[in-house]
Nanobody, 130 residues
């Protein structure tokens, strides 16, 4: 099992930046993908971005492309989400996630599904004011 602990959320004005961190422990080598999801009030949890511990390129949902960057530090077993040019619609609880499923099939990329996640972090609130 993989244990995940997020940090870095907060309140920021539109156009601002935040960096989320996700420290992983336990059987981290067993996960194929590390990802960020988010859930806004009254909405379903949605995929945001994914990265692997190896060499596949990161993958983003269209709404955050060019603004968010997912990265990893293998030596620290930590995944980051740098969020720039934040918008009020980015307001949500952000969750770090581990999956045994790869978001890259070898020929195409796809977003991970909620039911493909084997471990969740506790969530961190991101609020963007207008």
């Amino acid at each position: 099992q993989v244990q995940l602990v997020e940090s870095g959320g907060g309140l920021v004005q539109a156009g601002g930046s935040l960096r989320l961190s996700c420290a992983a422990s336990g059987r981290t080598f067993s996960s194929s993908s590390m990802a960020w999801f988010r859930q806004a009030p009254g909405k379903e949890r949605e995929f945001v971005a994914a990265i692997s511990w190896s060499t596949a390129y990161p993958y983003y949902v269209d709404s955050v492309k060019g603004r968010f960057t997912i990265s990893r530090d293998n030596s620290a077993n930590t995944v980051y989400l740098q969020m720039n040019s934040l918008k009020p619609e980015d307001t949500a609880v952000y969750y770090c996630a581990a999956s045994l499923i790869s978001y890259y099939s070898g020929t195409y990329y796809r977003p991970l599904k909620v039911d493909e996640v084997i471990s969740w972090g506790q969530g961190t609130q991101v609020t963007v004011s207008s």
